[in-house]
């Protein structure tokens, strides 16, 4: 009796060649946009870390630890050092809340509010790295990727 072969319609098998994974090719994404934020963010004297936070805080003021944790995916132990190093620079200020005092609200001082003017350039500046792509492209992609990220945190 014939053994029967792989189905016609079956899936290959799982390639361990680098070039055929995804996480490498996100992985080198990340590598050449961290180049670009780095070389438009040392100006400013920001790594990209301290910029997300300083971005969340732009758009809403005030917030505590946990809540720049969640728009971030960040955990306290985490972000803690980075919201260290942001008060050392002078930019936020931390400060326990009245009504709890086991959150720590962040808020902006005057010279971080003042960095926000500085940083509209980063933004210019990556767009002119990404020429070679469309709005429409970036938007698809960006889509994409958030979509991955969400199918991704659905198991852990």
């Known amino acids: ?4 072969g792989p189905k016609a319609n079956a899936a290959p098998a799982p390639s361990l060649r680098l070039d055929d994974q995804l996480c490498f ?4 994404a990340g590598l050449a946009f961290s180049k670009v934020y780095r070389k438009l963010l040392g100006c400013l004297g920001l790594t990209y870390p301290q910029y997300l ?10 917030l505590t630890v946990t809540e720049i944790g969640a728009r ?5 132990a985490t972000l803690t050092p980075l919201l260290k190093r942001l008060e050392a620079a002078k930019w936020i200020t931390r400060a326990r809340a009245a009504e709890d ?8 001082t005057k010279a971080g509010r003042a ?5 509209r350039a ?3 500046g990556v767009g002119c790295a990404l020429e070679d792509c469309t709005p429409d492209q970036l938007m698809a992609l960006k889509g994409q990727l958030e979509a991955l990220r969400a199918a991704l945190a659905k198991n852990p």
């Not at 090719?25 to 080198?28: I, K, R, T």
């Open 25 to 28: 090719a996100l992985y080198a």
């Open 122 to 124: 980063v933004p210019v």
């Open 53 to 62: 936070v300083m971005m969340v805080l732009w758009e809403r003021d005030g």
């Open 72 to 76: 971030l995916f960040l955990d306290s």
């Open 1 to 4: 009796m014939k053994k029967p």
């Open 101 to 108: 005092e086991r959150q720590v609200i962040i808020s902006l």
């Open 115 to 119: 960095l926000e003017t500085k940083a």
